[in-house]
């Protein structure tokens, strides 16, 4: 009897511990914003199915509609859903219709992003998703996720800066490289990512190190706390990566004492292939790299070559300047 009691007892246990479970379940998957009685996901879900009227639903939602719409970005399938769906043509029907498919994942990030480039800045919390997001062979065809992401992570600007500083500390060297380019994209109003690019000028990464500095130069002098670490990225042996830094160390606050000498350096090595970068950068100095004119009038002995041009030109911007000075 006592067996009995106990046995119906843990069963009732059970019952009441599934229910909750369940509710919870159900309450977790129906969590966030509502309208019309669906939850904000359920009409990500439906941007498929019904395109305009989700996305109708999504505009009245609103940005409270962004974490719903990010998940739709960061929706993978793993190995074992991409082996199931090569075997979706030899399964029974009802099985095969159960399987994701890749195909509609890709439509749905589509747009879900097109939804959050209609929200703008409002979609900031959505930019480690977007920088995230991988081109598609719609991308080669016509305007696929990729060029979408692009195209909002502009359309966001300025409100996406903190997010963009933080991805500096993630593993991946891509999504870093993605950061710093949409950084520099926001030019002078993107001063308060200087720290973290010059952080960045000593990444492991050399494509990393590449967009951090042209970053700083985009960004110009709202970036001047980044030059001590600017000067010091110029000891590295990468003669290219200099220039790249003396480029931006000109931008940011007008330094040429200590950027000249590696200039002149760099355009008298006949065989360095760096020679009209170098010729370029003095011409944008102007009078400032005065001091190079030797090295320059060198080289316009030479055989003609593209060198030879840039270098005609910066001893114009260096000589006509400073005769427009006087």
């Known amino acids: 009897m006592k067996t009995a009691a106990l046995s119906k007892r843990s069963l009732a246990a059970t019952a009441v511990l599934l229910a909750v479970i369940g509710f919870g379940l159900f309450a977790w998957l129906h969590r966030g ?3 019309q009685g669906k939850s904000a996901r359920d009409w990500v ?24 719409l990010t998940e739709a970005l960061n929706r993978r399938r793993g190995r074992f859903w991409t082996w199931l769906e090569g075997w979706r043509p030899k399964l ?12 509609l994942d890709q439509l749905l990030q589509e747009r879900a992003i097109e939804v959050l480039y209609e929200f703008g800045p409002a979609s900031a919390p959505a930019v480690p998703a977007l920088l995230g997001v991988d081109a598609s062979l719609n991308d080669f065809i016509g305007f696929g996720s990729g060029g979408l992401a692009r ?9 996406g800066l903190p997010y963009l500083i933080r991805m500096f500390k993630r593993n991946d060297p891509r999504i870093r490289v993605k950061a710093a380019l949409y950084i520099g994209h926001l030019g002078s109003q993107a001063g308060a990512a200087a720290p973290a690019l010059a ?13 951090a500095v042209m970053a700083l130069a985009q960004i110009g002098p709202p970036a001047r706390n980044a030059i001590p670490e600017l000067k010091a990225a110029l000891r590295l042996n990468d003669d290219y990566f200099r220039l790249q830094v003396i480029d931006a160390l000109w931008t940011v606050g007008c330094e040429s004492e200590t950027t000249v000498p590696i200039l002149i350096r760099i355009l008298s090595g006949q065989n360095n292939p760096n020679r009209a970068g170098a010729a370029t ?3 944008e100095m102007g009078p400032a790299a005065r001091a190079a004119a030797p090295a320059l009038s060198n080289v316009l002995r030479e055989e003609f070559s593209y060198t030879r041009v840039k270098a005609e030109e910066a001893l114009k911007q260096i000589e006509g300047s400073a005769t427009r000075r006087e």
């Open 33 to 35: 914003p509502h309208y």
């Open 45 to 68: 879900e439906q941007l498929l199915h019904d395109n305009a009227n989700a996305r109708q639903a999504l505009r009245s939602i609103g940005p409270a509609a962004v974490p719903a």
């Open 92 to 103: 029974p029907r009802f099985i095969a219709r159960k399987i994701p498919r890749r195909a």
């Open 151 to 159: 195209a909002t992570l502009l359309q966001i600007g300025p409100a």
């Open 199 to 211: 952080r960045a000028l000593q990444d492991s990464n050399p494509s990393v190190r590449g967009s």
């Open 281 to 283: 950068v003095l011409a």
